[in-house]
T-cell receptor, first 112, second 115 residues
Framework: KAGVTQTPRYLIKTRGQQVTLSCSPI?????VSWYQQTPGQGLQFLFE???????NKGNFPGRFSGRQFSNSRSEMNVSTLELGDSALYLCASEQGVGTEAFFGQGTRLTVV | AQTVTQSQPEMSVQEAETVTLSCTYDTSESDYYLFWYKQPPSRQMILVIR??????QNATENRFSVNFQKAAKSFSLKISDSQLGDAAMYFC????????????FGTGTLLAVQP
């Protein structure tokens, strides 16, 4: 069974640009959550999707958005990038609610 | 709001020895889950062990076991017979049982294993 796939693995963007990150969950999993990991703030929850519906959102500005498609794949978008958005973005996939979370290897975003 | 605190930024253990990582949390909820995740240099988070708050029995997975003290809101991880492959960042995490998959993480403990 394939694991959680995040693309791209590495990304360099310029301040002011926008970026889209992709997460393909494990087959049959309907829940996808996103986390931002930085040395200063640690691991912070961004949002959670279940069957195409956003069920929960973390305390991030509106520049951070996401969506989930009917095949459970999810994308997150960050507009008007700032230097502080440089981070490892992790995606977690789950079969349902309260089940085990399986993480992808993350996308390392660098904003210059 | 729930919080998770890991007070040990770094720990070191000799191979084959036992080490305990500490975690405390704060919540007003009575039903929740607690987890320990391992993040090796590959960055991929791996579930080590899970504890349901309603279960009094401490969870065990091979060399990994927890000491769950619900009243004290404490959730420590014991690694027995430490191996070089155990070297990683370890995160304690909390999840409400209220229909969400949101995880709240502690700041992590970097574990070094000395040969």
């Amino acid at each position: 069974k394939a694991g959680v796939t995040q693309t791209p693995r590495y990304l360099i963007k310029t301040r002011g640009q926008q970026v889209t990150l992709s997460c393909s969950p494990i087959s049959g999993h309907r829940s996808v959550s996103w986390y931002q990991q930085t040395p200063g703030q640690g691991l912070q929850f961004l949002f959670e999707y279940f069957s195409e519906t956003q069920r929960n959102k973390g305390n991030f500005p509106g520049r951070f958005s996401g969506r989930q498609f009917s095949n459970s794949r999810s994308e997150m978008n960050v507009s008007t990038l700032e230097l502080g958005d440089s981070a490892l973005y992790l995606c977690a996939s789950e079969q349902g609610v309260g089940t085990e979370a399986f993480f992808g290897q993350g996308t390392r975003l660098t904003v210059v | 709001a729930q919080t998770v605190t890991q007070s040990q930024p770094e720990m070191s253990v000799q191979e084959a020895e036992t080490v305990t990582l500490s975690c405390t949390y704060d919540t007003s909820e009575s039903d929740y889950y607690l987890f320990w995740y391992k993040q090796p240099p590959s960055r991929q988070m791996i579930l080590v062990i899970r504890q349901e708050a309603y279960k009094q029995q401490n969870a065990t997975e091979n060399r990994f076991s927890v000491n769950f003290q619900k009243a004290a809101k404490s959730f420590s991880l014991k690694i027995s017979d430490s191996q070089l492959g155990d070297a990683a960042m370890y995160f304690c995490a909390y999840r409400s049982a209220m229909a969400t998959n949101k995880l709240i993480f502690g700041t992590g403990t970097l574990l070094a294993v000395q040969p």
